[in-house]
């Protein structure tokens, strides 16, 4: 699993002064992408390659709340994927210091041929061998 640390701005508050709707998946794809560029895959990579992370559906389970000043850490793990990569379900946990859950949002997705818009198979072995490193929840399966 990955675990970051959030940096909470103002501009991620809504107004009744806690983290806003939208901020949570904004927050998890960034990390997302940060996950994918330090295991190799990169935006020059992946415009190399032709190919893009695309989803197919995105769900926030909201548990408590989340102020500007709570110390929040998110951690992320590959749930599940083909086993050729070309599939996959992406699982970020907000956590409190505490490790008490405020929400919960999954991500299944695939890789897109950026050319000919469409679902990118097979799925080049640059990016294949980075999704592969991905931190994998414990209870982590191929579909």
């Given amino acids: 699993m990955s675990k970051k ?47 893009g992370p695309v989803l197919f559906k995105e769900q926030c389970e909201f548990k408590r709340e989340i102020h500007l000043n709570s110390k929040i850490h998110i951690i992320t793990k590959l749930l599940k994927m083909k086993h ?25 997705g695939a890789w897109i041929n950026t050319i000919k818009r469409r679902l990118a198979r097979p799925v080049p072995d640059a990016i294949f061998s980075g999704l592969d490193k991905f931190p994998k929840a414990d209870d982590f399966e191929f579909v």
């Fill in 84 to 108: 050729d990569g070309s599939f996959w379900v992406i699982q970020h946990e907000f956590l409190a210091e505490d490790n008490t859950l405020h929400a919960l949002i999954k991500v299944e």
């Fill in 5 to 51: 640390n959030l940096n909470l701005r103002w501009s991620d508050l809504d107004p009744n002064f806690h983290l806003r709707h939208s901020s949570y998946y904004d927050l998890a794809a960034q990390e997302r992408i940060e996950i994918l560029n330090e295991y190799g895959i990169t935006i020059d990579l992946m415009k190399t390659e032709n190919v």
